[in-house]
C-alpha cells in the first residue's frame, strides 16, 4: 500500500479561461500536515477544487490513496474525503449544517454524533450554543470551527481545507492548530497565508 494520499503529476488548471496553474506536481504523505503557500490568485483554491473533483484538469492525472481521480471513481474518492472551503453560503441552522454531510450517499454509513460534536466544540473553544443559530447570525470564526468540527467528525482519511484559521482569534487558532498537529493519523492539504497554521505544517509547497 502506498504512503502517499495525494498525487499530483504535471496538472494544469483554468479559471475563467485562464491559466493559473502549469504543469504543477507534488505529493501529500499520509499523516502529513502539507500547506500550499502563494499569493493571492494563483491557483491555490481551484487546486483545492481540483482534488475535491471539482475542477477538471486542463492536463496531468491526481492520484488519491493510489485511485486515479476520474467520474468513474468519485464515490469512492469523495468518501475518503473532506473538504472545508473558504465560505459558507448557508442559512440554516448550524446543528442541520453539521448534519447536512451525513445525508450524502458516500457517507450514510456513518452517523452523526452529538457528545463527539460537543466535545470538539469545546476543545475549539466554540460556545456550543451556536448550534440553535442560523449559519447567518454567527461570525466567521464561528463558521469556521463548526466547519472544522464538522470534517472531523466525518473521520475521513484526507482534510481540504482552504484558509481555515483566517478568521479565529488567536486563542481558538491555537486549539484549532495544537488539535490537527497532535493527530498524527489525520492527513491534511490545506492552503492558508497564516503563518502560525503554516509554520506548523510539516510540509510546505509553493505553488
Not at 488567536?170 to 493527530?183: A, D, G, L, W
Request: net charge neutral; glycine share 4%; proline share 4%.
Amino acid at each position: 500500500m502506498s504512503n502517499d494520499a495525494i498525487v499530483m503529476n504535471n496538472i494544469s488548471l483554468a479559471w475563467e479561461d485562464k491559466v493559473i496553474v502549469e504543469d504543477f506536481s507534488c505529493i501529500v504523505p499520509f499523516g502529513s500536515k502539507t500547506v500550499l503557500v502563494a499569493p493571492s490568485g494563483k491557483g491555490k483554491t481551484t487546486l483545492l477544487h481540483a482534488v475535491a473533483g471539482f475542477v477538471k484538469l486542463l492536463k496531468g492525472e491526481i492520484i488519491i490513496d493510489g485511485k486515479k481521480l476520474i467520474s468513474g471513481q468519485m464515490a469512492k474518492i469523495r468518501s475518503q474525503l473532506a473538504y472545508v472551503p473558504q465560505d459558507f453560503p448557508f442559512s440554516m441552522r448550524v446543528e442541520d449544517f453539521m448534519m447536512l454531510p451525513f445525508s450524502f450517499s458516500y457517507n450514510r454509513h456513518l452517523k452523526f454524533n452529538y457528545q463527539d460534536a460537543i466535545r470538539l466544540m469545546e476543545t475549539f473553544l466554540l460556545d456550543t450554543s451556536v448550534m440553535d443559530k442560523p449559519m447567518t447570525e454567527i461570525s466567521g470564526g464561528e463558521k469556521q470551527r463548526v466547519a472544522l468540527v464538522t470534517a472531523i467528525l466525518l473521520h475521513k482519511k484526507i482534510l481540504l481545507l482552504d484558509e481555515p484559521v483566517s478568521s479565529l482569534d488567536s486563542n481558538s487558532k491555537s486549539k484549532v492548530i495544537e488539535y490537527i498537529s497532535q493527530n498524527n493519523e489525520m492527513t491534511v492539504f490545506s492552503a492558508s497565508h497564516d503563518p502560525e497554521w503554516i509554520g506548523a505544517c510539516t510540509q510546505k509547497i509553493e505553488l
